[in-house]
């Protein structure tokens, strides 16, 4: 009995191990490429265990002479406005949605799908000439305008699912006790539904940090560009040094991987229980 | 002042009609309990009372004051939620204190980040925290006002709800089943502690229950209420000597009051073909009221079972179920001899008769005795409308 029980502990051991190790290695040779000189790595000379001499190698891009770090910046701003922008809109049509009858109300949720349904690329001549007639071709803050469009929504479904959960009583307590709609959202409804206002800023900032097309297309100006535009600048017509792109690709992950992480302590269930019954 | 006034009260959801036509003044001060089964429309009474629901019709005031229209908050109303809406992630001295928070907000602390910096700086004012603490003292709650509502039991979170409900003062007190989520000892204690409260605060609650125990203990006025519809206004000892009709008769009281279908036969009352011995002047009664058929009320405890005798009205029965409840014994009876009536299923339950004994008495099931009441503990009822039949 005992071995065989020792079995399935050892099956499962191996099974989690090849599952690691199946999303772990592209992290590791992302890693080990950054690390290898690029004449090695086009003289097929990859090496399997990495050279630890060269592990300061892994930032060689902020020392380049590309403003990675400026263009990491702009990333920032983009994300982190696109976050914002598209959690305060996002709580307010999520509220709306769980807690009023208005007319139009089926249309508009359809609308927040639609905006799912759209292929990016498909509108991204008419959003151009659009962003032109307003100027906002080459600022950041058109990147984040467009972002939201496509991030909100994603975020007001999210929120809305979890706000139906938050009993009745509780508002009309609130309102009892003197609160108005706004107050009742900020009050009541904004804690409550932390763990998924933590999930939706998580999308949401991965949304603006992530995105290529639009940051592309509509920034002309190197300094304005985005790490992920400037991370793709890399790859050159005739050179593309490996080494500095997989250099870019680790530094351009760990601001995420930081913010996931931070968010990640919040998501948390179990705020509501013991409010109501007993 | 904060007398109640309802004025032809309805409310539909539609075509559905939930109350109509409910009227009643109730004084200040009063202790008014709604008591109906459930889905009759306590709850959305009590909501239309709070400015939580619409009123759909008719008019409502409290003192002089029509308030169809003023927000839950002009109200200046307390409401202690069934499930007590605590908020979950606040301190119980949050949840206390935010009443009285709210009280002193002005129009610019709604916004967003201000209110918080000033919420928290209220709760920090000498005369409110003065007022937390006094009130959380009075509900024995001081120890635990730095907890969060899912760390409490059932009674303190009832506590906590109580407390809040009475930090800010209102004029009146509204409780919707606030007892119905505990167990029944913690029941018996809230019971007495909400009526300690009533007494100590001096103002009109309106207490919403299904409970009859919880009505006639606490109520100094009662309205029981039955598909939206008001069937009798009164006080506990009003509404239990005389009620109204078959329906009030059979909701107050546990078990519920007796009721015999009687049919006048020569000169005698029969209940199915058991006549009721010595029933000669009712019958002689019911007749005179022009009817040969009523509806003869008697509650369990004043039926006796084996005793005839002097001038008691007495109907040949037989046990069926006995239940020893240690100080007292209910017995269920069937009238006629052993075997004349279907036991099984739901016949077993069906013109089934309750005695209310004390616990000494021995009984065994399916032996045959005798129902006895005296003449003064029969109410009569029109067997038609339920309406009590005054004789
Ligand atoms: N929002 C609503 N919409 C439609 N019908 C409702 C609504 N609220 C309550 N009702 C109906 O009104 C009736 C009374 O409900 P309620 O007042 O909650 O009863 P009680 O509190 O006495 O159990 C029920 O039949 C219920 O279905
Ligand atoms: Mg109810």
């Given at each position: 009995?005992?071995?065989?029980?020792?079995?399935?502990?050892?099956?499962?051991?191996?099974?989690?191990?090849?599952?690691?190790?199946?999303?772990?290695?592209?992290?590791?040779?992302?890693?080990?490429?950054?690390?290898?000189?690029?004449?090695?790595?086009?003289?097929?000379?990859?090496?399997?265990?990495?050279?630890?001499?060269?592990?300061?190698?892994?930032?060689?891009?902020?020392?380049?002479?590309?403003?990675?770090?400026?263009?990491?910046?702009?990333?920032?701003?983009?994300?982190?406005?696109?976050?914002?922008?598209?959690?305060?809109?996002?709580?307010?049509?999520?509220?709306?949605?769980?807690?009023?009858?208005?007319?139009?109300?089926?249309?508009?949720?359809?609308?927040?799908?639609?905006?799912?349904?759209?292929?990016?690329?498909?509108?991204?001549?008419?959003?151009?000439?659009?962003?032109?007639?307003?100027?906002?071709?080459?600022?950041?803050?058109?990147?984040?305008?467009?972002?939201?469009?496509?991030?909100?929504?994603?975020?007001?479904?999210?929120?809305?699912?979890?706000?139906?959960?938050?009993?009745?009583?509780?508002?009309?307590?609130?309102?009892?006790?003197?609160?108005?709609?706004?107050?009742?959202?900020?009050?009541?409804?904004?804690?409550?539904?932390?763990?998924?206002?933590?999930?939706?800023?998580?999308?949401?900032?991965?949304?603006?940090?992530?995105?290529?097309?639009?940051?592309?297309?509509?920034?002309?100006?190197?300094?304005?560009?985005?790490?992920?535009?400037?991370?793709?600048?890399?790859?050159?017509?005739?050179?593309?040094?490996?080494?500095?792109?997989?250099?870019?690709?680790?530094?351009?992950?760990?601001?995420?991987?930081?913010?996931?992480?931070?968010?990640?302590?919040?998501?948390?269930?179990?705020?509501?229980?013991?409010?109501?019954?007993? | 002042?904060?007398?109640?006034?309802?004025?032809?009260?309805?409310?539909?959801?539609?075509?559905?009609?939930?109350?109509?036509?409910?009227?009643?003044?109730?004084?200040?001060?009063?202790?008014?309990?709604?008591?109906?089964?459930?889905?009759?429309?306590?709850?959305?009474?009590?909501?239309?009372?709070?400015?939580?629901?619409?009123?759909?019709?008719?008019?409502?005031?409290?003192?002089?004051?029509?308030?169809?229209?003023?927000?839950?908050?002009?109200?200046?109303?307390?409401?202690?939620?069934?499930s007590y809406a605590l908020y979950p992630h606040m301190t119980v001295r949050a949840n206390i204190a935010f009443p009285l928070i709210m009280d002193n907000f002005r129009w610019w602390y709604h916004?967003?980040?201000?209110?918080?910096?000033?919420?928290?700086?209220?709760?920090?004012?000498?005369?409110?925290?003065?007022?937390?603490?006094?009130?959380?003292?009075?509900?024995?709650?001081?120890?635990?006002?730095?907890?969060?509502?899912?760390?409490?039991?059932?009674?303190?979170?009832?506590?906590?709800?109580?407390?809040?409900?009475?930090?800010?003062?209102?004029?009146?007190?509204?409780?919707?089943?606030?007892?119905?989520?505990?167990?029944?000892?913690?029941?018996?204690?809230?019971?007495?502690?909400?009526?300690?409260?009533?007494?100590?605060?001096?103002?009109?609650?309106?207490?919403?229950?299904?409970?009859?125990?919880?009505?006639?203990?606490?109520?100094?006025?009662?309205?029981?209420?039955?598909?939206?519809?008001?069937?009798?206004?009164?006080?506990?000892?009003?509404?239990?000597?005389?009620?109204?009709?078959?329906?009030?008769?059979?909701?107050?009281?546990?078990?519920?009051?007796?009721?015999?279908?009687?049919?006048?036969?020569?000169?005698?009352?029969?209940?199915?073909?058991?006549?009721?011995?010595?029933?000669?002047?009712?019958?002689?009664?019911?007749?005179?009221?022009?009817?040969?058929?009523?509806?003869?009320?008697?509650?369990?405890?004043?039926?006796?079972?084996?005793?005839?005798?002097?001038?008691?009205?007495?109907?040949?029965?037989?046990?069926?179920?006995?239940?020893?409840?240690?100080?007292?014994?209910?017995?269920?009876?069937?009238?006629?001899?052993?075997?004349?009536?279907?036991?099984?299923?739901?016949?077993?339950?069906?013109?089934?008769?309750?005695?209310?004994?004390?616990?000494?008495?021995?009984?065994?099931?399916?032996?045959?005795?005798?129902?006895?009441?005296?003449?003064?503990?029969?109410?009569?009822?029109?067997?038609?409308?339920?309406?009590?039949?005054?004789?």
């Open positions: 009995m005992i071995g065989r029980r020792n079995l399935s502990i050892g099956v499962r051991t191996l099974l989690a191990l090849a599952l690691v190790i199946l999303a772990g290695f592209p992290v590791f040779w992302m890693i080990n490429t950054a690390m290898t000189p690029v004449g090695d790595l086009y003289a097929n000379n990859q090496r399997i265990v990495p050279d630890f001499s060269r592990t300061l190698n892994i930032f060689q891009v902020l020392v380049s002479d590309s403003p990675f770090l400026r263009w990491l910046g702009n990333s920032a701003l983009v994300a982190g406005g696109t976050t914002m922008l598209s959690l305060l809109l996002a709580c307010l049509a999520a509220y709306a949605l769980s807690r009023y009858k208005f007319v139009g109300k089926g249309l508009m949720t359809f609308g927040f799908f639609a905006t799912q349904m759209l292929p990016e690329a498909l509108l991204i001549v008419p959003l151009y000439s659009m962003f032109m007639t307003l100027g906002l071709l080459n600022e950041l803050y058109g990147l984040v305008l467009v972002n939201t469009a496509f991030a909100m929504p994603v975020a007001v479904f999210l929120l809305k699912s979890a706000m139906d959960t938050v009993p009745y009583e509780i508002e009309e307590s609130a309102r009892v006790d003197g609160c108005n709609a706004l107050t009742i959202l900020q009050v009541m409804f904004i804690p409550l539904i932390a763990p998924s206002l933590a999930a939706a800023a998580v999308i949401t900032f991965f949304d603006g940090w992530n995105e290529y097309l639009f940051a592309t297309t509509f920034i002309h100006d190197t300094a304005n560009w985005v790490a992920s535009t400037g991370l793709a600048s890399f790859i050159g017509e005739f050179t593309t040094p490996l080494d500095m792109v997989f250099s870019g690709a680790i530094v351009f992950t760990i601001p995420a991987a930081i913010f996931f992480l931070l968010m990640q302590r919040k998501i948390v269930a179990g705020l509501t229980a013991g409010s109501v019954k007993g | 002042m904060a007398s109640l006034t309802f004025d032809a009260l309805s409310k539909s959801y539609g075509a559905n009609t939930v109350i109509s036509d409910f009227s009643a003044t109730v004084d200040d001060k009063e202790f008014l309990v709604l008591l109906g089964p459930s889905g009759c429309g306590k709850s959305t009474m009590l909501r239309m009372v709070a400015g939580l629901t619409d009123i759909s019709s008719g008019t409502l005031k409290f003192g002089d004051d029509v308030v169809n229209t003023l927000t839950p908050k002009q109200r200046n109303i307390a409401f202690v939620f069934q916004l967003p980040f201000v209110g918080a910096v000033m919420r928290s700086r209220l709760l920090k004012r000498p005369d409110i925290k003065a007022k937390i603490e006094r009130t959380a003292e009075m509900l024995e709650l001081t120890d635990y006002l730095q907890r969060r509502p899912k760390a409490l039991s059932g009674g303190q979170r009832q506590r906590v709800a109580v407390a809040r409900s009475i930090i800010r003062e209102p004029a009146i007190y509204l409780f919707d089943e606030p007892l119905s989520n505990l167990d029944a000892k913690l029941r018996m204690q809230m019971r007495a502690e909400i009526s300690a409260l009533h007494a100590r605060v001096q103002k009109t609650f309106v207490y919403v229950t299904h409970d009859q125990v919880e009505a006639m203990t606490m109520g100094t006025r009662i309205i029981v209420m039955n598909e939206g519809v008001v069937q009798q206004y009164g006080t506990p000892a009003e509404i239990y000597s005389a009620p109204a009709n078959e329906f009030v008769a059979r909701f107050i009281g546990s078990p519920p009051m007796n009721i015999f279908a009687a049919t006048v036969r020569d000169g005698l009352l029969y209940v199915g073909d058991v006549p009721v011995q010595n029933s000669g002047g009712w019958a002689a009664s019911v007749v005179a009221l022009g009817l040969q058929t009523v509806s003869l009320g008697v509650r369990a405890e004043k039926i006796g079972l084996d005793s005839p005798g002097g001038d008691l009205l007495s109907i040949e029965a037989h046990t069926l179920v006995v239940e020893h409840l240690g100080a007292e014994t209910i017995v269920g009876v069937k009238t006629g001899q052993v075997g004349a009536t279907v036991d099984v299923g739901v016949g077993a339950s069906r013109g089934l008769h309750y005695a209310r004994i004390a616990g000494e008495e021995q009984f065994t099931t399916n032996s045959g005795c005798r129902i006895t009441f005296a003449s003064d503990a029969v109410h009569l009822f029109d067997p038609e409308t339920g309406k009590r039949l005054e004789h």
